[in-house]
């Protein structure tokens, strides 16, 4: 599925990103009391801006992904794709530089974005807590739901990167590779 998403311009990407955002907060609208209506205005304004940004964001680390990869084939990529972030590491010399050079930027983008990601993070937590006190504490489901599994994933992203370059700088035996 992710291959197909990739592909996708970032017009067609945004439904993608924009309807769970949009459906968990109309659903916290209607379970409030509201009426469809005035869950629905809230919940729409939202998801447009989040699912536009998500979908922006993720199109910018598709194209950088790609470029770190460099130019080898879809099988190798796939493959060094996956060693980058989990798995043992390739034999082939050159799907494990590959793989390499792609854990080395997402961890150089994991320290560029974390200053920016604390502060929305820091920005969104107190509007939620806003949320709940003027509305209802239902508000309190949609960083359970939403926030804090992307803040756990964020803190320990760095260290798993950290040792796949580890795993992947490792000196390796030569492998002939036949074809």
Known sequence: MRNRLISLPTWALFPVTAVPWTAVLF?????????????????A???????????MA????????QHALGPIPAEDRRTAMRAARKGPA?????VRAAALRLAQRQL???RRRYPLLAIAGAVYAAADLIGVFVYSH???????????????????????LRARIALLSEPQEPVLRTE
């Open 27 to 43: 659903a916290v609208g209607l379970i409030d009391g509201g009426s469809w209506r005035e869950a629905l205005l809230p919940a």
């Open 45 to 55: 304004t939202v998801g447009v801006i989040v699912g536009l940004g998500t979908a």
């Open 58 to 65: 993720l199109k910018y680390r598709w194209r950088t992904e």
């Open 90 to 94: 390739p034999a082939d010399p050159e």
């Open 108 to 110: 150089q983008e994991v």
């Open 138 to 160: 239902w508000y309190l489901l949609i960083p359970a739901v939403l926030v804090v599994p992307m803040a756990i994933s964020l803190a320990r992203t760095p260290k798993q």
